[in-house]
DNA sequence: TTATATTATGACTATTTTGTTACAGAAGCA
DNA sequence: TGCTTCTGTAACAAAATAGTCATAATATAA
């Protein structure tokens, strides 16, 4: 399981404890003790996931909330909301204000690391170390590996991507701008026609065992990952 | 969900509000701040929804409304007004004028977004990704997919476009300016005619199927899309 | 039924979109 | 550093699609 995590946390005791059960579970950190803090963060770079405090000195967490589910940039960033209160009005609030899920303080870091889990499966499943497979084709994103029909392949890093994000997100058009934002990254200035050469050079790759007419284009529109 | 959505608004916090709002909803947005430079943008280019203000420096909104609603190229633009007010007279001053729905300031994103969602829904259903589906003929435009009783079939974008408006606005005759309009699109200067030839080319696509003759020719008005 | 208006159809060309290749610079690696 | 791999871009080729026209077919009205 990869990704960075913002961590919004006040409580420095807290926020150590949080910060050493992700990254022994393999995610990158990045913390910040306010709200203004993790903006400043997060304008920096985008995290895969924010874990955020209910309550926060200044603004509260609800209000990071809104604000981030405010700006496109930052509208579709899985949140996971940190309580005190069992209360569940207060857990119907953070649900409702744009949360993906909730974890009421005390928490075990198991319980805390399954929801992470569980959210990134949901929202973003190409952050996952999930083994994907379609019909013999099959991506390793731990081995960093791809093999069609058991034999490896080898593909460059974009092409490693874009094709495990096609497989997470099969059946569905996606545009050139879609899949630069999602496989190259937030804040890359690069053609849209880029992605056709890389898509060609997929297709290529995948030619080998015939997978290569998973690739579909779908002219107007952009490309779809779907059963020939 | 696509669609451009106009924000006529004199208050730029409010403004910029409505327009981060609707951008995360994936909306492209225009933004005016008078009714004159509402009127200006809409003749370049048409909206799919305008969300228009009450309290507008000169002219109001119920003015602009009226204008609108009164000039042939504009008469169905979808319209929403936003009022300060929760006065029932106003509300119904506005609908009663034209609007299409209202929104009460202050007002909640998710309560803006689910309006617009409602009036879109209801009045350019095409804008919409909901899958459609009738008799075996189904349209799924997140896949961007068209099959005849399960068996997907190619067909060009334009011919996409059309079926899709003719199955999300079915049993009413469009003429081939409306269809020019709301397929097309504002501004496009193409012959009448040319409808005829894509109509004939969907027409030969779902021949294999024998759903063609969902497509009616209603001589001397337009198309219909209804059950033969 | 015939004349007329309207639509259907097929063919053709222009335009748009995508595929493909080559290449230069960047980045990683030994 | 020198080598290899990877990237993004540009240029050109290929393919799909769009629009128009000419002509045939069809419906409608007189």
Redesign the interface.
């Known amino acids: 399981m990869a990704g960075t995590i913002l961590i919004v946390e006040d409580e420095p005791a807290i926020a150590e404890l949080i910060d050493l059960t992700l990254k022994r579970n393999g995610h990158q950190t990045i913390c910040a003790g306010s709200v203004e803090e993790a903006i400043r963060l997060i304008d920096h770079a985008l995290p895969d996931l924010a874990l955020i405090d209910w309550m926060l000195p200044g603004a509260s967490g609800i209000e990071l909330i809104?604000r981030l589910?405010?700006?496109?940039r930052t509208?579709s960033m899985p949140i996971i909301m940190l309580t005190a209160k069992a209360d569940e009005a207060d857990k119907l609030a953070g649900l409702?204000t744009g949360a993906d899920d909730y974890v009421t303080k005390p928490f075990s870091p198991k319980e805390l690391v399954a929801r992470i889990k569980a959210v990134l499966r949901r929202r973003a499943p190409q952050l996952t170390d999930d083994i994907v497979e379609t019909n013999g084709l099959r991506v390793d994103p731990t081995q960093h590996r791809v093999s069609l029909n058991g034999e490896t392949v080898h593909m460059g890093p974009s092409e490693f991507r874009l094709l495990h994000f096609f497989m997470t997100h099969p059946?569905?058009?996606h545009t050139r701008t879609q899949l630069l934002d999602q496989v190259w990254g937030d804040h890359v200035f690069v053609e849209d026609r880029t992605v056709d050469v890389h898509i060609r050079r997929l297709r290529q790759t995948l030619e080998r065992s015939g997978h290569d007419d998973y690739i579909q284009t779908?002219?107007?529109?952009g490309y779809?990952f779907?059963k020939p």
């Open positions: 809104k589910r405010s700006n496109k509208q409702d059946e569905r058009v779908i002219r107007g529109a779809r779907s």
